[in-house]
């Protein structure tokens, strides 16, 4: 079947503006992820999904960032007011908890957001 | 906190076999797993390991201490398309993953 999805792939804006970024994970994955990473890193946890709720979102960075999974599929990620130091590519994954190997993940292609 | 090293980039000719290390430290412990990366790409599982021991895919296999903190990916009979970066990654309580830096593997002809 598909995989994860992301769209946009690329996103330039302006520094201060506000821009949207959305994942649809594969269907029936209950557990969605959003990662953050930047040039020469590894993918850096923001937020996890259970269904619709939040259940951790320790990583996000600041009140500027915000997810939401309103009907248990899509998400959407959310940044006001950005900064330069936004700049990075916002990965997506899902998963079914309790199947496969415990730590595997499905990866979307992300979508590399350049703040200017 | 938590923290995973491993060395940041390994050269190695086709047909060899390359290991890449990783030493974590955390503060729970729900298994080490290794991703691949391919430029532009997106991350993709290749194993995972909860017990101390040898798992093996393949060309892939991969290598966990707990008690050393310690694992490794064992990449065998290499190709050039494995030309890639890899990271190590812990999971956390949620399932969410810490990633290391990742290695750059460049496989040379």
């Known amino acids: 079947g598909a995989g994860v999805s992301q769209t946009p792939s690329n996103k330039v804006t302006e520094k201060g503006k506000y821009v949207e970024l959305r994942c649809d994970p594969i269907?029936?994955?209950?557990?969605l992820y959003w990662y953050r990473q930047s040039l020469g890193q590894g993918p850096e946890f923001l937020i996890y999904f259970q269904g619709t709720g939040a259940a951790d979102d320790s990583g996000l960075p600041n009140d500027r960032f915000f997810a939401v999974r309103p009907e248990g599929s899509v998400s959407t990620l959310k940044i006001q007011r950005t900064e330069r130091g936004d700049s990075a590519v916002y990965l997506c994954?899902?998963?079914?908890?309790?199947?496969?190997?415990?730590?595997?993940?499905?990866f979307g292609p992300g979508t590399r957001l350049t703040v200017l | 906190g938590q923290s995973l090293e491993q060395p940041s980039e390994v050269t190695a000719v086709e047909g060899a076999i390359v290991q890449i290390n990783c030493t974590y430290q955390t503060s729970g412990f729900y298994g080490l797993s290794w991703y691949q990366q391919h430029d532009g790409g997106a991350p993709t599982f290749l194993s995972y390991n909860a017990l101390d021991g040898l798992e093996e895919t393949g060309r892939f296999s991969s290598f966990l201490s707990r008690s050393d903190s310690y694992g490794y990916l064992l990449l065998q009979e290499l190709q050039m398309k494995d030309s890639a970066s890899y990271f190590c990654?812990?999971?956390?309580?949620?399932?969410?993953?810490?990633f290391g830096k990742g290695t750059k593997l460049s496989v040379k002809p």
């Open positions: 269907s029936g994955h209950t557990a």
């Open positions: 990654a812990v999971g956390g309580s949620q399932g969410n993953l810490i």
């Open positions: 994954a899902s998963r079914v908890p309790g199947t496969g190997s415990d730590n595997e993940q499905f």
